[in-house]
């Protein structure tokens, strides 16, 4: 059993920065991917950002790209999602996942395990 708690999450203005984090439970985080969704109200869960356990590799959506920076440490159980630039658009919910499973880490069903979510809104 892992369980995954988001922090970070809050109120800001169209381009401003805000950095989450998700920390979890357990000796075994180093083993697992870990991703970024995020839902708005009426919407499906959408892929933002994964990282390989090492830290090795990670990914973004097009949407993302070049403005979020996904990170990890393993010593502190914690991952990272850094937001810069935000906009409008990037307002919703926002969940980190974990994942031992060797399949796209792009797809929600691939996860095990899933944080409560931490609100993320940008005012313009």
């Known amino acids: 059993q892992v369980q995954l708690v988001e922090s970070g999450g809050g109120l800001v203005q169209a381009g401003d920065s805000l950095r989450l984090s998700c920390a979890a439970s357990?000796?075994?985080?180093?083993?697992?991917?870990m991703g970024w969704f995020r839902q708005a109200p009426g919407k499906e869960r959408e892929f933002v950002a994964a990282i390989t356990s090492s830290g090795a590799y990670t990914f973004y959506s097009d949407s993302v790209k070049g403005r979020f920076t996904i990170s990890r440490d393993n010593a502190k159980n914690t991952a990272y999602l850094q937001m810069n630039s935000l906009k409008p658009e990037d307002t919703a919910v926002y969940h980190c996942?974990?994942?031992?499973?060797?399949?796209?880490?792009?797809?929600?069903?691939?996860?095990?395990?899933w944080g409560q979510g931490t609100q993320v809104t940008v005012s313009s």
């Open positions: 996942g974990s994942t031992s499973k060797y399949m796209s880490v792009r797809t929600a069903a691939n996860y095990d395990y």
């Open positions: 357990g000796r075994t985080f180093s083993t697992y991917a």
